[in-house]
């Protein structure tokens, strides 16, 4: 596991930085024109530096569906909790689901 020491942190940093603009422009919610949709694009960036250094993932497609699932997984958190399909709760169950699916060959390589 890597240290978060302000090097590593300002590694990792240099290491996203020249994908600020390029990975985001067009998406919703990133660069759009010359606007910028701050809130979501922090919330990118900071998870793109978090899964760097806790996980060390730098799989380009496994950072943005571990993406997708923990934002569906933080939008339950103000929900009703109803686990009927087709609801923001079970949405969010699934999600968490594929977080651990994910994380745990991560983190724990030989556990499964």
């Known amino acids: ?57 730098y799989d380009e497609p496994m950072k943005e569906a571990l993406f997708e699932d923990f934002s569906q997984a933080f939008k339950v958190v103000w929900s009703v909790p109803v686990d009927f399909p087709g609801t923001p709760y079970h949405r969010g169950i699934k999600s968490r689901s594929r977080i651990v699916d994910r994380v745990i060959p991560i983190r724990l390589p030989g556990l499964l």
């Open 1 to 57: 596991m890597r240290h978060c020491s302000t090097t590593s942190i300002s590694n990792a940093f240099k290491e996203d930085r020249g994908s600020c603009y390029s990975d985001h422009k067009g998406e919703e919610g990133g660069l759009e024109g010359d606007t910028i949709k701050v809130v979501t694009l922090m919330k990118k960036l900071t998870f793109n530096v978090t899964c760097s250094l806790l996980f060390g993932l």
